[in-house]
């Protein structure tokens, strides 16, 4: 736990919920790394027998990932992280499929702006996008990807977790259609990987992206599992490293404290689900209790780490800023949405109206949060949201009548 330096006075501990956006490095992974930042920091393209450690070191690596997805090492490139590998499998899919004169892609409205972005790009540059709407909680119809499919549908990309509001996509049973089909699925598994049990073969997921700062490892490292067969296209030109798939030399350290972070959150992965949701599920109990709320996704199926909620009347930012006076670390939506007026597009494609969309608070609570601190959160939300209903014009109207609550 982090002790603000302003606050050191009263000693104001600080309590990160916001585990979505990032997580702290184990002690296992940054230990991993140190070797590779302090003695071995060889090239490992070089041939003098240091360099060729630094090799080994990466190879190791590599095969510890694949053994933890159910992949096999050839399957596998290192990237600089999520967004590199979305943009990657997404673009090398978009290639096969071009030169076999297929362009079209299904995906769904609550994708990260890594996947959105990347199809946005496709479709100026002539391929057809079908995004198909996730329902009410959160969660997409199987049905309707079963029904969006065309003789020339070249991908489908969903997302396995979502980062806003935690829900859980039903991965085995699109794979299992895309398989019928013969189509590439890939998924973007960037909060599920080290959280979720993850078998490609069993799941039939053809491409995966994964990114380490989300399971305890460092920032600026991920991997692109792509299936054996998978041409994949390069899309950073240079030397020949990851056998031509990825130009530039490796961050080896990176990559090696990557596949420790990720071996050790596997092991760690069936204790750490229970006690994480029998804290989201006290906490999701407690914020409940605030008049005119409601949960955001599903209330089952969603990440043992997420909580995400609307309150109507007020502000998300200002909630924000008053929380971190309180030592909570929150977030509003996704970070890449932070600073923008527009609200999460994951929050208005599961139907919350604009205004409401704007109140709204994630928290993505970690291993190390305890029940006191899930307790400390609830309370000071209740206050806080109070205290800005007072001063909220909006909330005045709602309750004076002249306005219909939503929630
Ligand atoms: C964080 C995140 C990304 C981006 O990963 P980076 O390593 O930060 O580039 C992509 N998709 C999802 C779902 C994420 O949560």
Redesign the pocket.
């Known amino acids: 736990m982090f002790v603000s330096q302003e606050y050191k006075e009263v000693w104001i501990l600080k309590i990160y919920a916001d585990n979505?956006?990032?997580t702290a490095m184990s002690k296992t992974a940054v230990e991993a790394m140190m070797p590779y930042i302090n003695d071995c920091y060889y090239n490992p393209s070089s041939l003098y027998s240091c360099g060729q450690a630094a090799r080994d070191a990466i190879e190791a690596a590599r095969e510890t990932i694949a053994r933890c997805i159910g992949a096999s090492e050839r399957e596998i490139v290192f990237t600089?992280?999520?967004?590199?590998a979305?943009n990657q499998a997404i673009i090398s899919a978009a290639n096969i499929g071009k030169k076999n004169g297929k362009m079209h892609i299904i995906s769904d409205n609550i994708e990260?702006h890594?996947?959105l972005h990347t199809l946005k790009k496709l479709e100026k540059e002539g391929f057809a996008v079908t995004y198909i709407p996730v329902k009410e909680n959160g969660i997409i119809s199987t049905n309707d990807i079963e029904n969006a499919f065309r003789s020339d549908t070249c991908l489908v990309t969903v997302?396995y977790?979502?980062?806003e509001i935690g829900t859980l996509q039903p991965i085995k049973e699109i794979g299992d259609i895309c398989k019928r089909h013969g189509v590439i699925f890939h998924t973007?598994a960037?909060?599920a990987v080290g959280r979720m049990p993850i078998d490609v073969k069993a799941q039939n997921i053809n491409m995966l992206?994964a990114?380490?700062?989300?399971f305890h490892g460092p920032?600026?490292v991920?991997f692109l599992y792509a299936q054996k067969g998978i041409k994949l296209s390069s899309i950073i030109e240079g030397g020949a490293q990851e056998r031509g798939f990825r130009a530039g030399t490796e961050n080896v350290a990176g990559i090696v404290s990557m596949a420790a972070a990720l071996e050790e959150e596997i092991s760690l992965m069936d204790t750490n689900a229970k006690k994480l949701i029998k804290l989201r599920d006290r906490l999701i109990a407690g914020l409940s209790e605030i008049p005119h709320c409601a949960l955001n996704g599903d209330k089952q199926n969603r990440l043992p780490s997420n909580v995400n909620f609307c309150f109507e009347g007020i502000e998300g930012e200002s909630l924000l800023l008053l929380l971190d006076d309180k030592g909570i670390m929150a977030s509003s939506g996704?970070?890449c949405t932070s600073g923008s007026l527009d609200p999460s597009h994951v929050l208005l494609a599961i139907g919350r109206p604009h205004d409401v969309a704007h109140g709204s608070l994630r928290l993505s609570i970690g291993e190390d949060t305890t029940e006191e601190q899930v307790d400390y959160i609830i309370k000071s939300v209740k206050e806080t949201v109070e205290h800005l209903r007072r001063f909220s014009p909006v909330w005045r109207d709602l309750s004076a009548g002249k306005a219909e609550f939503i929630l």
Request: cysteine-free; aromatic content about 0%; charged content about 15%.
């Open positions: 979505a956006a990032t600089s992280g999520g967004s590199e979305d990260h890594a996947v997302m977790a979502n980062n973007d960037v909060q992206s990114s380490a700062h989300k920032k600026g991920g996704s970070a």
